[in-house]
């Protein structure tokens, strides 16, 4: 599913994030401390090699909502962007630390001239957030951003399994602001 809004195309698809390498850029859902862990966050790191922890010590801890770029080590991108998305039923106010996440990363995005950046579908997973809810928070978020993106030109989720790339898809059918 693609659709182009405001110049920006966004897509999704299933995969691995760690495996992008047409994208400047890829979205870590990261924990506090910017260590390998589970999930995505491990994905990325085993991916990436042990330069990546160690650059990710000069950053941590980050708080919920916040974002920092990096370089991508091993990975065959330019830059990971690391956010820390809210653990559902605990972080509040969940639905607007998760729409910072979105935000501050493509403010980091754009920081550094990123012209493609992929996402994860954050705290989605060991975090709990419910994947619609969770869904309809980024892509609100980024229709709102899309106007002030100058440089980031290719937005692209990749879900983990078929079932959340098919409802991404038609959240973003369901919620696309009109094409150009």
């Keep these: 599913m693609k659709r182009v809004i405001k ?15 047409d994208m400047d850029a890829i979205v870590n859902a990261a ?18 090699g042990p330069g990546l922890e160690e650059e990710c010590r000069l950053w941590a801890p980050i708080r919920p909502g916040e974002a920092v770029i990096t370089g991508a ?17 605990a972080d509040e106010p969940a639905s607007e630390l998760l729409a910072s996440c979105y935000l501050n990363s493509l403010r980091r995005a754009e920081e550094k001239g990123v012209r493609s950046v992929a996402f994860p579908a954050i705290s989605t997973g060991a975090f709990g957030y419910p994947i619609e809810p969770a869904a309809r928070i980024a892509f609100t978020t980024i229709f709102q951003e899309l106007p002030w ?7 692209r ?23 150009e």
Excluded: W
């Design 7 to 21: 110049g920006v195309t966004l897509e999704c698809t299933t995969g691995d994030i760690s495996k992008q390498p």
């Design 157 to 179: 989720f990749v879900l983990f399994s078929e079932a959340d790339h098919r409802l991404h898809s038609k959240l973003l059918e369901k919620m696309s602001p009109p094409s």
């Design 149 to 155: 993106l100058s440089s980031v030109k290719h937005i």
């Design 73 to 89: 080590h091993r990975l065959p991108n330019r830059y990971v962007i690391h956010c820390l998305g809210p653990v559902y039923g």
């Design 31 to 48: 924990n506090a401390q910017l260590r390998i862990g589970g999930g995505v966050a491990g994905a990325i790191h085993r991916a990436a």
